[in-house]
């Protein structure tokens, strides 16, 4: 089945540091998704990518759709303590025909912030 | 306000107890999800439903049931047979066209 692969499994920064997280996979994905997950709560969107090359933004979050469609990339600007919490990619295939809106997760990226 | 809601967001059970966790969405979603999550893993998906009345099992569906008798819930079982039921559970919801998933808060399920 598919997987993704997602590095770094976890982080310790300084406060105003920036970060960068990248998600990649052997198959390719029409739609790369981003999601924060605070400590004991659901996820959150934050960022939706559905063309190749794609760079889009929210914030001090910047995510971008890789040209090969294989991968995708999430950096966040002057970290602050509140981006503490697990960051997730998810893509989204139309291999195999009907798929059902189903989603491939990554393993998650453990983000620690040190004020 | 719309979103998807879960509850309860703690349930402790005892072994051998069947035990459901509910979802609801008001977002008018035809898709819902549902989720399992250990420590320090991602996402794995146990049922999901297209349309009401109608569901499928997901990668590891085994000793879990569902249901979709309407628009807005799709409770999940928890069944005696599953070997290891303590988890964070999430359920999610989708609309019809779209590939986004949108989250509840989770129900964290401990069975002793």
């Known amino acids: 089945g598919q997987q993704l692969n997602q590095s770094p499994q976890s982080m310790f920064i300084q406060e105003g540091e920036d970060v960068s997280m990248n998600c990649t996979s052997s198959?390719?994905?029409?739609?790369w998704l981003w999601y924060k997950q605070d400590p004991g709560e659901g996820p959150v969107l934050l960022i939706a990518?559905?063309?190749?090359?794609e760079l889009t933004s929210n914030g001090r979050l910047t995510a971008q759709f890789g040209i090969t469609r294989k991968d995708s990339f999430l950096n966040i600007s002057a970290s602050i303590p509140s981006d503490v919490g697990i960051y997730f990619c998810?893509?989204?295939?139309?291999?195999?025909?009907?798929?059902?809106?189903?989603?491939?997760f990554g393993q998650g990226t453990i983000l620690t912030v040190h004020p | 306000d719309g979103g998807i809601t879960q509850s309860p967001k703690y349930l402790f059970r005892k072994e051998g107890q069947n035990v459901t966790l509910s979802c609801e969405q008001n977002?008018?979603?035809?898709?819902m999800y549902w989720y399992r999550q250990d420590p320090g893993q991602g996402l794995r998906l146990i049922y999901y439903?297209?349309?009401?009345?109608?569901?499928q099992k997901g990668d590891i569906a085994e000793g879990y049931s569902v249901s979709r008798e309407k628009k807005e819930s799709f409770p999940l079982t928890v069944t005696s047979a599953q070997k290891n039921p303590t988890a964070f559970y999430l359920c999610?919801?989708?609309?019809?066209?779209?590939?986004?998933?949108?989250f509840g808060p989770g129900t964290r399920l401990t069975v002793t």
């Open positions: 999610a919801s989708r609309r019809q066209g779209g590939y986004e998933q949108y």
């Open positions: 198959s390719i994905f029409n739609t």
């Open positions: 990518l559905y063309k190749a090359g």
């Open positions: 998810a893509g989204h295939s139309n291999a195999g025909g009907t798929s059902y809106g189903k989603l491939t």
């Open positions: 977002l008018n979603h035809d898709a």
């Open positions: 439903s297209q349309i009401v009345n109608d569901f």
